[in-house]
């Protein structure tokens, strides 16, 4: 299958009055349509950095960075952003949150407040779109603010640690809830996590990041006995307990 996204030999470092600081280190590897990446490393490392590349906030030193389209000619997607925090305005009603990308980019027509409806049905959010941020859940934010994110179609999905914000048990469920709709949205995902469970039980795929400069120590590809993968279902797999192992000795270097 043709890789949507291709990172050859990418570098990066941030220049301070106290000097360089080497963030990345030559890193490569494909990722392909709808595949969801898991990325962790140790605090610091880069992750952040990289996912600033691969958004374009960044430009990288060294490298080249490519997006493709099915047809393998490249092309510049949209890519869509969702950090730890939600960044939901309270002054705004749920449904004039999941609005404002499309209000920015001059994108309110028909179709689309009709799709921002439709989602907002779909995943259980409709009868609160009049309430403010603050009288919803936190998993229930999450949940907005990817709404948001997907409305403007959005063909790779970036999330920074997204669920760490979140109380334990709300974070088990809100993972599965965000899970299933970048699964049903057949969206292409690349997530930062510093949880080694959330990243076997959501990833198909675990990139593990070295050191700072980060450079790519291991690539895992996830494969879990299950007939149908969740974030909840995964943690049940007999593989689960080994993959947890194999990336706890690879963070620690064991
Ligand atoms: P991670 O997300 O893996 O925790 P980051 O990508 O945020 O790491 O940062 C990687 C390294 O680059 C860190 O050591 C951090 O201190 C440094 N760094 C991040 N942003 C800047 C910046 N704007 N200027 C200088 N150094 C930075
Ligand atoms: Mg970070």
Redesign the pocket.
Known sequence: MQPILKLNNISYS?H?IHGE?P?LDNISFDVLPGEFISLI?P????????LSIIARLETPEGGTISFYHPDGSIHYPRIGYMLQRDHLFEWRSVYKNVLLGLELNHKLTDENLEKADEMLRKYELYQFKDKKPSELSGGMRQRVALIRTLVLEPEILLLDEPFSALDYQTRLSVADDIYTIIKNEQKTALM?THDLSEAISLGDRIIVLSE?P?TVQNIIPIKLSLEQKTPFTSRSAPEFKSYFNMLWKELHHE
Do not use: W
Request: net charge positive; glycine share 18%.
């Open positions: 941030y301070s600081i963030a490393g605090s610091g490392c880069g992750k952040s950095t990289l930062v700072r980060a």
